[in-house]
């Protein structure tokens, strides 16, 4: 019988930032392990220095390949070179960092593409960098799509426990957002963020979509994309079998998913979303990269330069995103192998 543990592969994040800290407290947890194959990605001197930041002590099996992961019950350390010693310090934005952060998660692509990994998770990365170090792309989840070849829809999605969030359009200037509020994407994000949690193992989740306007545009007279436009979305979702209600007013929706009555929101634009997750548990929260052919997570925070390569950097959120990544990433090697066996 196959093995159906997942393979899940781990990078350090950006070079400068809290990541490697994270990786290795995370790693202190082993109950987390048990039920897969987790393959640490990174450079040797940087999972060292994690360590020492981060008051751990680790000693993993050196493997070359992904697919030598499953000759070993526990986790194992591919280590690559990506960035010297001392091309980088703690707090800075560099170019080097960037490009390490674009060789190490383009080798875990390129495993997930040949079908060796499962899921990835990633410590926090910093944008910046990346650009710095030759990401062509307006964030990484763009660049994730254009190397697995996605051309159908994608989006972020953040996560709050069992709350989650998706949104037509994200890394974009305010000004753009109105000429993303199109039924497609509406209708699009709304069947992408079910099936997600489906495969999060959420067997009924319940959905709902968020105004655009001011109070969902007090009917027509503070705009009407809610009449001609999410209302007719979520109508052609229901007509296609998915449990999705709105356009509620984006200062109100909330409070329906605090008190239960739904898993996830679609919001109109980025901050419609992230300032009220982040209210409601900046410390919990998981950013999932929704639509690939693979799961891929990341705490929602960012690399956190003020008190990168103090010890003080919460493993919190990398632990949720690391559970997310082995839920979805477990489902997804059971349904392929199922596939396979016709």
Same mark, same amino acid.
């Given at each position: 019988?196959?093995?159906?543990?997942?393979?899940?592969?781990?990078?350090?994040?950006?070079?400068?930032?809290?990541?490697?800290?994270?990786?290795?407290?995370?790693?202190?947890?082993?109950?987390?392990?048990?039920?897969?194959?987790?393959?640490?990605?990174?450079?040797?001197?940087?999972?060292?220095?994690?360590?020492? #930041?981060?008051?751990?002590?680790?000693?993993?099996?050196?493997?070359?390949?992904?697919?030598?992961?499953?000759?070993?019950?526990?986790?194992?350390?591919?280590?690559?070179?990506?960035?010297?010693?001392?091309?980088?310090?703690?707090?800075?934005?560099?170019?080097?960092?960037?490009?390490?952060?674009?060789? #190490?998660?383009?080798?875990?692509?390129?495993?997930?593409?040949?079908?060796?990994?499962?899921?990835?998770?990633?410590?926090?990365?910093?944008?910046?960098?990346?650009?710095?170090?030759?990401?062509?792309?307006?964030?990484?989840?763009?660049?994730?799509?254009?190397?697995?070849?996605?051309?159908?829809?994608?989006?972020?999605?953040?996560?709050?426990?069992?709350?989650?969030?998706?949104?037509?359009?994200?890394?974009?200037?305010?000004?753009?957002?109105?000429?993303? #509020?199109?039924?497609?994407?509406?209708?699009?994000?709304?069947?992408?963020?079910?099936?997600?949690?489906?495969?999060?193992?959420?067997?009924?989740?319940?959905?709902? #979509?968020?105004?655009?306007?001011?109070?969902?545009?007090?009917?027509?007279?503070?705009?009407?994309?809610?009449?001609?436009?999410?209302?007719?979305?979520?109508?052609?979702?229901?007509?296609?079998?998915?449990?999705?209600?709105?356009?509620?007013?984006?200062?109100?929706?909330?409070?329906?998913?605090?008190?239960?009555?739904?898993?996830?929101?679609?919001?109109?634009?980025?901050?419609?979303?992230?300032?009220?997750?982040?209210?409601?548990?900046?410390?919990?929260?998981?950013?999932?990269?929704?639509?690939?052919?693979?799961?891929?997570?990341?705490?929602?925070?960012?690399?956190?330069?003020?008190?990168?390569?103090?010890?003080?950097?919460?493993?919190?959120?990398?632990?949720?995103?690391?559970?997310?990544?082995?839920?979805?990433?477990?489902?997804?090697?059971?349904?392929?192998?199922?596939?396979?066996?016709?």
């Amino acid at each position: 019988m196959s093995d159906i543990r997942p393979v899940i592969a781990v990078t350090l994040g950006d070079p400068a930032g809290i990541g490697p800290e994270l990786i290795a407290k995370l790693f202190a947890e082993e109950t987390l392990f048990r039920n897969v194959h987790t393959v640490l990605v990174g450079d040797r001197w940087l999972w060292q220095e994690g360590q020492r #930041v981060g008051g751990q002590a680790h000693d993993l099996p050196e493997v070359e390949r992904f697919a030598e992961a499953r000759q070993h019950e526990g986790p194992v350390f591919m280590p690559v070179d990506s960035v010297a010693q001392g091309a980088v310090g703690y707090a800075e934005e560099t170019a080097e960092g960037g490009a390490s952060v674009l060789a #190490v998660l383009s080798r875990c692509l390129e495993a997930a593409q040949s079908g060796e990994v499962d899921a990835i998770c990633f410590a926090p990365l910093n944008k910046f960098s990346m650009k710095k170090g030759g990401l062509a792309h307006e964030d990484e989840l763009h660049f994730f799509a254009e190397k697995l070849g996605v051309t159908g829809y994608f989006c972020e999605f953040n996560t709050l426990g069992d709350l989650w969030t998706s949104r037509i359009s994200s890394h974009i200037p305010l000004k753009d957002a109105a000429s993303y #509020v199109t039924q497609d994407r509406i209708v699009s994000a709304s069947r992408l963020i079910y099936d997600s949690l489906k495969l999060a193992g959420n067997d009924a989740p319940r959905i709902a #979509v968020a105004a655009f306007n001011p109070h969902a545009g007090e009917g027509g007279t503070c705009g009407r994309e809610e009449i001609e436009v999410i209302a007719p979305a979520v109508e052609a979702c229901k007509a296609q079998g998915y449990p999705v209600d709105g356009p509620y007013p984006a200062d109100t929706i909330f409070l329906k998913a605090r008190d239960g009555e739904y898993d996830a929101i679609v919001t109109m634009y980025h901050d419609q979303g992230q300032i009220a997750i982040k209210l409601m548990g900046f410390k919990q929260g998981v950013t999932v990269q929704g639509g690939l052919p693979i799961p891929i997570t990341t705490p929602a925070h960012g690399t956190a330069f003020d008190i990168a390569g103090t010890g003080n950097a919460d493993v919190n959120p990398t632990r949720n995103a690391f559970t997310i990544a082995c839920q979805m990433g477990g489902n997804l090697r059971r349904q392929r192998l199922e596939a396979a066996a016709g």
